[in-house]
C-alpha cells in the first residue's frame, strides 16, 4: 500500500493485464425500509482489493458511476446507483488485533453483527453502537452513525484510521498522524471519496450493561435533563406524540450477572402484530394514531424493566417494522424549546399525526468535517412514520413541521436519513463544508462516486 499525500500526482496502476471480475446484470437493489431502490447496470461482489481496482478500471473505460453499497440500512438513496454497484459482502475479514492498544483493524465490509462476536473472542467491545447492526464498518462510519451519551461521540470518532481506495486506483491511508486532514473528512466520507477498503476501530475493554427503562413525563424529562445526562452514561428517551408520555431509558456499565425482565407481550411479537394491523387501520381513520400511541404506551412501556447483558446486546435491538425516519441533531441546549415546538404544533394540527415513538438522544462535540455534532455537543431527535404491511402513511405535513423546527434551532441533517437540504443550506449548517468539498474534488475529480444524492449535496 502506498500512501498518498493530499496533493501529490499518483501513478496510475499497471492494468495492462485482462478484466477478469464479473458484474451481474439485471439486480434490483432496494434498501432494508424498501423506501428506496434502483437498477445498476452491473453488480458486482469482489473478493479482493485488486478486484475491486479491476472495476474501476472497468468503469473508467465504460465512462461510468461507482457506488458500494454496505448493509443497505440507509433510509435515503444515498446509497443508490444505476451504474455499477459493489457489494462488499466478500470483504469482511478481521485483518488485525492490538490486545495491546485495544485496536481492531477490519475490511470495510465486515458486518458489525459479525464483528461484535469476534471482539467478544478477545475480550474487547466498541464503546458505543447504533441500534442495529446488519450494517458495515465502512457503511455506519460514511453516515455518521450514532447511539446517545452524553460522555460519548457519534460512531466514526472511535474509528483511527481508514484506508481508502481513490478514483486513480492507488490507496490513501490516513489517520490521526497520517494526510490528518482526509482523515476528518475521511471518517464521515458520504462514500464520496473513494472506496473504503479496511477500518480500524479504538475499542475499549469488554463490558455488560444494565439497562433500565422507566416512565415519566415531557415536562418532567425535560426540566431534569441535566440531572438525567449526569445520573447516565447512556441516557435517551422515548416521547410517545399526541400524549405526555415518556419512556426513561438508562443503560449503564455493570458487574451485574446478565439478567431479563422485558415484558411477555413485546417478547413474543404479539404487540408488533396488533400494531402493525392498528397503523394500517389508522391510514384510513388518522384519528386513531391519537388512540394507537397512548394505548401502546399503557401496555408496552409504562412499568420499569431491566435487563442486564453484554454492551452490543443493550445497544442493537431487533427493529421490526419498515419506516420512513429523519433524525437531525440540534445543539444540546435547543433540546426543551424544539420538542415543546413539535408538540404544539402537533396539537395545532389535528390532522397531522406521528407515529411512536419519538426518539431523543445526545452525542459529545467532535471534529469530523460533516458531523452534525461538529464542535457542539448535541441532541438528536429522531422521528418516524411506520409503512404497515409497506404501505406509505401521509408524513409530508409532520415532516415539513419537524424540518423547519430543526432548521430554526441550528440543526443538521443526518447524513443517512432524507432530508430536503441542498449545498446552499448544507454551506450554512455545516462551517466544515468547503474543506469537505476541497478534500472530495481533490481525490475525485471526476466525480466517479457521485449519484443522485450526492449531486443534490454538493452542487
Ligand atoms: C433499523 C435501522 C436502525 C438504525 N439505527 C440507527 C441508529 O441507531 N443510529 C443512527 O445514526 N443510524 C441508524 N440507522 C441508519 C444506519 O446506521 C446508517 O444508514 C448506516 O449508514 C447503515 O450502514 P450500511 O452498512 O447499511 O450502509 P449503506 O446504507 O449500505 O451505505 C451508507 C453509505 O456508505 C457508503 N459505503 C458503504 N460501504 C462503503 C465502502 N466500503 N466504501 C465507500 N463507501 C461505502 C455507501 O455508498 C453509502 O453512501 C438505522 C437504520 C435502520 C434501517
Not at 459482502?89 to 465486515?110: F, M, P
Not at 438525567?228 to 441516557?235: A, K, N, W
Not at 454492551?311 to 420538542?339: M, N
Request: hydrophobic share 40%; charged share 20%; glycine share 6%.
Amino acid at each position: 500500500m502506498i500512501p498518498i499525500p493530499l496533493g501529490s500526482t499518483p501513478a496510475p496502476p499497471d492494468l495492462s493485464f485482462p478484466i477478469q471480475v464479473q458484474g451481474q446484470a439485471g439486480v434490483k437493489f432496494q434498501n432494508w425500509a424498501g423506501t428506496y431502490g434502483s437498477s445498476p447496470e452491473l453488480f458486482f461482489r469482489p473478493r479482493s482489493v485488486e478486484e475491486i481496482r479491476e472495476i474501476l478500471e472497468l468503469a473508467r473505460q465504460r465512462g461510468k458511476r461507482v457506488k458500494v453499497v454496505g448493509g443497505g440500512h440507509s433510509p435515503s438513496d444515498i446509497a443508490c446507483s444505476e451504474d455499477f454497484m459493489i457489494h462488499m459482502g466478500k470483504i469482511n475479514r478481521i485483518l488485525q488485533v492490538d490486545k495491546e492498544r485495544l485496536q481492531v483493524k477490519v475490511e470495510a465490509g465486515i458486518l458489525l453483527s459479525e464483528l461484535n462476536p469476534e471482539l467478544d473472542k478477545h475480550g474487547m467491545a466498541l464503546a458505543n453502537l447504533g441500534a442495529v447492526s446488519e450494517v458495515t464498518a465502512a457503511g455506519v462510519i460514511g453516515t455518521g452513525t450514532h447511539n446517545t451519551g452524553i460522555g460519548h461521540g457519534i460512531l466514526p470518532t472511535q474509528v483511527v484510521a481508514v484506508s481508502l481506495l481513490l478514483a486513480s486506483g492507488e490507496i490513501l491511508e490516513c489517520s490521526e498522524s497520517v494526510n490528518p486532514e482526509v482523515f476528518q473528512a475521511a471518517r464521515l466520507h458520504l462514500g464520496c471519496l473513494g472506496i473504503v477498503t479496511s477500518v480500524t476501530f479504538q475499542c475499549v475493554p469488554q463490558f455488560r450493561l444494565r439497562e433500565v427503562a422507566f416512565p415519566s413525563t415531557l415536562t418532567q424529562v425535560l426540566d431534569e435533563l441535566e440531572e438525567h445526562l449526569r445520573r447516565s452514561q447512556y441516557f435517551r428517551f422515548l416521547w410517545f406524540p399526541h400524549s405526555e408520555n415518556v419512556r426513561i431509558i438508562y443503560q449503564d456499565p455493570t458487574s451485574k450477572p446478565p439478567c431479563s425482565s422485558s415484558s411477555w407481550f413485546w417478547d413474543y411479537a404479539i404487540g408488533y402484530y396488533l400494531l402493525e394491523f392498528l397503523l394500517w387501520i389508522s391510514s384510513f381513520i388518522p384519528s386513531l394514531v391519537v388512540w394507537i400511541n397512548r394505548v401502546f404506551f399503557r401496555l408496552l412501556f409504562n412499568s420499569r424493566v431491566e435487563n442486564v447483558a453484554r454492551s452490543h446486546r443493550i445497544f442493537s435491538y431487533e427493529c421490526r417494522f419498515r419506516q420512513h425516519v429523519q433524525d437531525w441533531a440540534i445543539p444540546i441546549e435547543k433540546t426543551k424549546e424544539a420538542l415543546l415546538e413539535l408538540k404544539a404544533a402537533l396539537e395545532r394540527n389535528p390532522g397531522m399525526v406521528a407515529h411512536f415513538p419519538v426518539e431523543i438522544r445526545f452525542s459529545r462535540r467532535d471534529e469530523i468535517l460533516l458531523s452534525p455534532c461538529f464542535r457542539r455537543d448535541c441532541c438528536y431527535i429522531n422521528v418516524i412514520m411506520y409503512r404497515p404491511y409497506g404501505k406509505d402513511i401521509p408524513r409530508i405535513r409532520y415532516w415539513l413541521a419537524y424540518e423547519e423546527i430543526m432548521r430554526k434551532h441550528g440543526g443538521r441533517p443526518h447524513w443517512a436519513k432524507a432530508h430536503s437540504c441542498t449545498r446552499k443550506d448544507l454551506e450554512k449548517m455545516y462551517p466544515a463544508f468547503p474543506k469537505f468539498c476541497a478534500i472530495r474534488e481533490k481525490l475525485d475529480p471526476t466525480g466517479i462516486f457521485l449519484n443522485a444524492y450526492l449531486e443534490k449535496v454538493f452542487f
